[in-house]
């Protein structure tokens, strides 16, 4: 189009700026609209997976990575303290030593397994964030412990090897949909060793009670967390009582993309936990506040146990 289809564009601006109302802008309101309608929309629990965004994602896993490792967060894995309390409880409760082989799923950039392996135990790390699973391999090389990390989806995971003792920590296990909960727990049960153990933790419902729904946005408001773009992020949280599930939901917009990330939670009672590892034939045998052993309790946030094949 010439200059004269460029002045009628500009006529028309013209005429239609400033907008009859202030809702009303001059163009594109259906989009947004529609946008604000999706942004918004509660979805049905666990019908969108986002994990893997979120942990392999090549800009958000370095985020991630740095989250795991900072002392003044507990957001992607315990503080130090904790952890080396952790790793002394099951030192104790499993007789962990030369000898004893053990994977932890979820692995993450090695936290654990660099301890267990300290303690001479044969030891696999399984995760999908090859960001991670590097630092846990630089980690090994400079300590000069021969850690078996495995890069791949836990939930496709498959091995001759069978184990004593299979982690899975920091409540992993509710970020899964029902189905990818059982799957995991029949991939637990077919590679345990005879008299092998599984310890998990998961959210309880306490916490489930101290969920906000809530909606928020804002500019870049977690600094350069999503992208190293410049953008706009939504945040919609929702809870779904019937199903004891939260959702924290993260709509990212960047001068080139749209994206979101959806972290689900499944929320647990002893009932509930009990009849998913019935389900996968798992007997839980013990129940603990969480994976530092500390005694159950009804009020505590989290819920730790261990399961055997039944
Ligand atoms: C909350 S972090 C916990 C890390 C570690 N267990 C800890 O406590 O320090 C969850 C870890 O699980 C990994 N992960 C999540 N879903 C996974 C999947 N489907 N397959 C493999 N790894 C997964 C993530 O990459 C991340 O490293």
């Known amino acids: 189009m010439g200059e004269a289809g460029g002045e009628i564009r500009a006529a028309q601006f013209v005429r239609s700026w400033p907008p009859a109302s202030p809702l009303r802008f001059p163009f594109s309101e259906n989009i947004m609209y529609e946008q604000l309608i999706n942004i918004n929309k509660r979805p049905f629990p666990f019908s969108i997976y986002t994990a893997d965004t979120l942990w392999t994602d090549p800009h958000i896993s370095q985020q991630m990575l740095k989250t795991h490792l900072d002392q003044n967060t507990d957001l992607?894995?315990?503080?130090?303290?904790?952890?080396?309390?952790?790793?002394?409880?099951?030192?104790?409760?499993?007789?962990?030593?030369?000898?004893?082989?053990?994977?932890?799923?979820?692995?993450?950039?090695?936290?654990?397994?660099?301890?267990?392996?300290?303690?001479?135990?044969?030891?696999?790390?399984?995760?999908?964030?090859?960001?991670?699973?590097?630092?846990?391999?630089?980690?090994?090389?400079?300590?000069?412990?021969?850690?078996?990390?495995?890069?791949?989806?836990?939930?496709?995971?498959?091995?001759?090897?069978?184990?004593?003792?299979?982690?899975?920590?920091?409540?992993?296990?509710?970020?899964?949909?029902?189905?990818?909960?059982?799957?995991?727990?029949?991939?637990?049960?077919?590679?345990?060793?005879?008299?092998?153990?599984?310890?998990?933790?998961?959210?309880?419902?306490?916490?489930?009670d101290k969920f906000e729904e809530g909606v928020s946005y804002g500019r870049n408001q977690s600094g350069n967390f999503w992208t190293d773009e410049d953008y706009f992020s939504f945040t919609n949280q929702f809870k779904y009582e019937a199903e004891r599930v939260t959702l924290d939901k993260y709509s990212i917009f960047t001068p080139t993309r749209s994206f979101a990330v959806y972290n689900w939670l499944q929320h647990f009672d002893q009932a509930s936990l009990t009849a998913e590892f019935i389900a996968s034939g798992l007997t839980i045998t013990d129940w603990y506040a969480n994976v530092a052993g500390e005694p159950f309790e009804p009020q505590s946030p989290t819920i730790a146990v261990v399961a055997q094949p039944t």
């Open 76 to 208: 992607a894995s315990r503080r130090l303290s904790f952890i080396e309390a952790s790793v002394s409880w099951l030192q104790r409760r499993f007789n962990i030593g030369p000898g004893t082989r053990l994977a932890d799923f979820g692995c993450g950039p090695g936290l654990y397994t660099t301890r267990l392996a300290q303690l001479g135990a044969t030891v696999t790390g399984v995760d999908f964030s090859a960001n991670s699973l590097a630092y846990a391999k630089e980690t090994a090389v400079a300590q000069n412990l021969p850690i078996h990390y495995i890069h791949t989806n836990y939930l496709e995971f498959q091995s001759d090897q069978r184990f004593d003792l299979i982690t899975l920590i920091y409540c992993d296990f509710c970020a899964l949909s029902p189905a990818q909960r059982q799957t995991l727990l029949g991939i637990f049960r077919e590679h345990l060793a005879d008299g092998g153990a599984i310890v998990l933790d998961v959210h309880s419902l306490v916490e489930y």
